[in-house]
């Protein structure tokens, strides 16, 4: 996907994507966002989802690492945050071209229901929407299968259990709650952190 | 005998709040239940159970000098004892968390369950405190990606601290069949039951606005049931409250947030 290059409105880390696309709507952003986790580990360092909107509304989602697009791009992006969001402003003549690309479209609310788990701020997208792109392909019948197929995927879900596990394991050290972490079959910490475990939680 | 539960989530807007009274009231119908509002940065917990006036929070047993006893802070309401937090942010900054293992203590040597409405967030140690003292949690979610996904992140922080799992509830469920299809999955990934889908429920808004736990305020409704199920499913282990109260009490408490 080639996109103009818009004018950067602002540049920052969000907890949840919903933040973002919540922004977007509010100000009836015509442009794009350009979201990557922060956590490199999730996806390789060039992974970042795009997503582009007209008047506020999601029109078209991609990806850069896996080349998807559509609904399976939005699938790709959804990690645990947080999320650094560049978000562009564009003009609609700019989008129009790209826009009239049906493979890379997503329906109104899916972003929210997909990026951030919100169908408030999804239903809420969709009464912005313009009539002739509510219905179709947005409904719940493509979102039990989204959610059945990130679950299934045990590739992603170890990926993101087990950098829990060791964030987990360096903000507790971090916090002076070493002590108090259980001594788990594989979770072997190193001399080194155990040493630092023992001085910073003497209470 | 004790077991302390984290209700916990990994995101904001799940719902924790409301699953915490409502399992807890539906407890309190077997066990003595006590209910902890330990999100102490951003308590919400007395508007839900109709306490926006108490005078005594865990606030005032948290800050320094205040002669507050846990009796003034701990309302019978219910069918259970509530300990709400105030959301004065002076008083959040003015709370001592070391008083607060002591407090949590002291409680829990005196019920059956003891339920810590937990942050969402895990960015602090005192939002990461209520999961490292419970004995299991208790994840409410949404089944959405971005829930289950944050979801997973707290389990996995739970088992680094050898916390268990109580199980998964599902909670403002627009499509039942949607969360059948994903449940063998998710008790795999959770190691725990699938206590309940709760489904999303106008009554629940009208709870809160009434500033009661959904049991009381529209007992009949479907996501009422669905609660009394998820505490049917709730397997309470007894166990030893001396040993509970002694936990809290030896754990490295956190530095303000």
Known sequence: MKLPRGQLLRSRVVADPGTTLSTALETDLTGYAVFEPRDALLLDADGQGVLTFEAGVPVLAYHTRTDAGGATA????????????????LDATDLAEIHDTPPLRVAPGLPAERLAGDPTLADRTRDAAPADRVGGSDTAADGPDAVAAFLDDEEKITAIREQARSEARDRAQEWGLADELA???????????DEESDNAAGE | ??????????????????????????????????????????????????????????????????????????????GMRVVPCGTN?????????????DVVASLAAETDVLLLDSPAALGSKSAVLPIVLADRIVTVLQPTIPALSDALKVGEYARSYGT???????????????????????????????????????????????????LAHAPDSAAAAAYRDAADTLDVRAGDSTAVADRFRSAVVPDRP
């Not at chain 2, 900054?93 to 607060?100: W, Y």
């Not at chain 2, 499509?175 to 709760?198: H, K, M, Q, S």
């Not at chain 2, 999303?200 to 736990?213: F, K, L, Y």
């Open chain 1, 74 to 89: 939005l699938a790709d992006l959804a990690v645990p945050g947080p999320y650094s969001v560049d978000l562009f402003e």
């Open chain 1, 183 to 193: 001594n788990l079959p594989g979770a072997v910490a190193d001399a080194d952190d």
């Open chain 2, 1 to 78: 005998m004790v077991e302390a539960f984290a209700v916990a989530s990994g995101k904001g807007g799940t719902g924790k709040t409301t699953s915490t009274l409502a399992l807890g009231m539906a407890l309190a119908e077997e066990y003595d239940v006590t209910v902890v509002d330990a999100d102490t940065g951003l308590a919400n917990l007395l508007f839900h159970a109709g306490l926006e006036d108490a005078d005594v929070t865990l606030h005032d047993l948290l800050i320094e000098g205040a002669d507050a006893a846990i009796d003034d802070a701990t309302y019978e309401r219910f």
């Open chain 2, 89 to 101: 942010l002076a008083d959040f900054e003015a709370a001592n968390p070391n008083r607060l293992r």
């Open chain 2, 164 to 214: 268990g799992n109580a199980g998964v509830l599902f909670n403002k469920v627009r499509d039942e069949a949607a969360v059948e299809r994903i449940a063998d999955r998710t008790e795999e990934y959770f190691d725990g039951p699938t206590l309940a889908t709760v489904p999303e429920s106008d009554a629940v808004h009208g709870a809160r606005d009434a500033g009661e736990p959904l």
